[in-house]
């Protein structure tokens, strides 16, 4: 199985500010690169596809970049919607695999 | 819109088997262009794929879960289903179905229900 690391674990950032997340993966992936937020209770919401393909209504403070084994999800001017977890997950061989998630919080 | 919605029992005794269905309202499930799947996520853990289906009967399974996992469509009641066999304290998980588009690669998860608890106890 691919393994997809994430760093921070844990991100403390204030409103306007602008974050990036790193995910590795130990192989070569291409560019089939998701990335999903999740708030606590709820289910994932697909961001990003294709490492830097913005879904429909995702606001454009999103990105996305990287190719082979090194992506990053940037958040251009954090707003107050934006303090959940975020996971990216590589779907370009099976078993599809996540990251093990950076929590993003209020400084 | 598409909408999924997953249903079943929130408590499984362990060695039985998990059945959990999900109902797409607002679309077809035989629209070709989609898959259908699950994934899940232990308490205060991370997500895992379990498997993905699509109408014509093509499944993709995670190995780790392969020998126990059987996945169904049911076309004429816009509803696909997972059965995971003898369950364990390690399959109490948050269940979510989940769609994923199939152009570009297959893979990424576009649509989820809510989730559904499960909890593996005797």
């Known amino acids: 199985d691919i393994q997809m690391t994430q760093s921070p674990s844990t991100l403390s950032a204030s409103i306007g500010d602008r974050v990036i997340i790193t995910c590795r993966a130990d192989?070569?992936?291409?560019?089939?690169l998701a990335w999903y937020q999740q708030k606590p209770g709820k289910a994932p919401r697909l961001l990003i596809y294709e490492t830097s393909t913005l879904e429909s209504g995702v606001p454009s403070r999103f990105s996305g970049s990287g190719s082979g084994a090194e992506f990053t999800l940037a958040i251009s001017s954090l707003q107050p919607d934006d303090f959940a977890t975020y996971y990216c997950q590589q779907y370009y061989t099976y078993p599809f695999t996540f990251g093990q998630g950076t929590k993003l919080e209020i400084k | 819109q598409v909408q999924l919605q997953e249903s079943g029992p929130g408590l499984v005794k362990p060695s039985e088997t998990l059945s959990l269905t999900c109902s797409v309202s607002?679309?077809?499930?035989?629209?070709?262009?989609?898959?259908w799947g699950w994934v899940r996520q232990a308490p205060a853990k991370g997500l895992e794929w379990i498997g993905s289906i699509h109408y014509t009967g093509y499944t993709y399974h995670n190995p780790s879960l392969k020998s126990r996992l059987t996945m169904s469509v049911d076309a004429s009641k816009e509803q696909f289903s997972l059965r995971l066999r003898s369950v364990t304290a390690a399959d109490t998980a948050i269940y979510y179905c989940v769609r994923l588009p199939n152009w570009g690669a297959l893979g990424r998860f576009d649509l989820w229900g809510q989730g559904t608890p499960v909890t593996v106890s005797s």
């Open positions: 192989e070569s992936i291409t560019s089939w």
């Open positions: 607002g679309g077809s499930i035989t629209f070709a262009s989609f898959y």
